[in-house]
């Protein structure tokens, strides 16, 4: 141990007591973290854990107050042929829709998070369903009902008409818009 | 790890408790978060209230560990067995 530092000890404790040997070390040369402050810092990760998790629970009392706008042109007549697919922005919501053209005059449209964990699903033509990618889920394009695959709920279904000069967005029939 | 000073063993076995317990409750705290977001996800949202009140005492745990560890802390430097531990910690008398 440091000279001074075995002087000033024997001086306040008459003999050099039995903790000096065993942490005979000089405070400045301390470099290592100790088990305390590991212990501290874990409490800091913690909290910051427990600020994330009241995030989420906040975070699901916020609803958005913009409501979706009807009227709104979303595709243009002829723009997708049958048996193709669309993506677009629903009017005045800032989330993803799809539309598929069943046949020439039948569109349909959904909300494209995927109720599971939100992926986008995507249109196959070949298997004639919605599916996510993410979690090998899939989506009836009737009406929106789970086909299998880990979602419970089914996709939001949008209401469209179909007019001479395209397809325009009425409002949501079915489900919700998070 | 053998010490000369039976409290010192003591304090040491009273850190690694406390230790493997912080560790245990932030794995936990990790596990909640990410089933938050799933539940926040798939709309079941009438989950993360328990999961907020599990993730609480989690972290209630943590800083009753640390609260802990600090107070052993205290206790060494009122007895004088920690002076040179800590950089900070100045000679009692100096």
Known sequence: MNEPIQKRLKNKFSALPKWAEDFSIEANQDKNVSRRDFIRFLSLVSFGLLTGTAGVFLKSFYKSDSAPVSGVKILGANEIAVGESRSFTIPGKREPGIAVRLNENTYVAYGQKCTHLQCPVLWSKDAGKLVCPCHNGAFAVEDGRVLYGPPERPLPQLDVAVQSDGVYFLGVKSGSLT | ?94
């Open chain 2, 1 to 94: 790890m053998k010490f000369r000073d039976a409290r010192m063993e003591t304090r040491t076995a009273v850190e690694l408790v406390c230790l493997t317990l912080s560790l245990a409750s932030i794995f936990f705290q990790i596990w909640i978060l990410s089933t938050s977001w799933e539940a926040y996800f798939q709309g079941h949202t009438q989950r993360l209230l328990p999961a907020l009140i599990f993730s609480c005492v989690s972290f209630l745990v943590c800083a009753l560990t640390a609260w802990t560890t600090g107070m052993s802390f205290m206790k060494g430097m009122d007895e004088g067995r920690t002076n040179t531990y800590h950089k900070h910690t100045p000679f009692k008398g100096d």
